[in-house]
């Protein structure tokens, strides 16, 4: 049975947060807000809750997963990242962004794109995820939360708690959220390409 925690949008109180981050240490996996639609989240090194996650959306690991950072500096300890593309990333983060990049050999394996060896990163905007990430210390591993046959993350906290709350352990309950999805850009080769066009410009990157 999940934990039900409403946080304020604006506010986040610290208290519930590190709750929070207490079930994700534990072993737990969460339902939180981004600034594209409700994901799921656990920690890096966790191959039971990645599994578990596998099996709710029932997806292949290959490249359904991506970090979610508080900020570009832990961008170097996961991801191989040149000047350039840093700068790029610096005018417009925190988005609503999904960057490819190269791993570094800090990411498991079982998170890598299995044929390219690379890793999605985001820098999300959104006040209770940072707040989250800011108190947990390291990135999130993530994925949207896109139920079997749908196209969009789900949106609506109430409906994710009918669908979710025996499944996960902690559920974040963070408003209803616009379906969105992020813009996805490849930098993990010398051309840039953008592979999803989503929220957020892209004249940067053309």
Known sequence: MSQFFYIHEDNPQARLINQVVEILKQGGVIVYPTD???ALGCMIGD???MTRMVRIRQIDNDQNFSLMCRDLSELANFAKVDNQAYRLLKSCTPGPYTFIFKASKEVPRRLQCEKKRTIG???PDNLILQALLEALGEPLMSTSLVMPNEEHAESDPEHIRDILEHQVEGIVLGGYLPEKQ???I??????MKILRYGAGDTSAFE
Do not use: F
């Open 186 to 191: 490849d930098m993990s080769d010398d051309e």
């Open 121 to 123: 990163i985001r820098v």
């Open 36 to 38: 594209s639609g409700y």
């Open 47 to 49: 191959k039971n809750a």
């Open 182 to 184: 992020t813009t996805v």
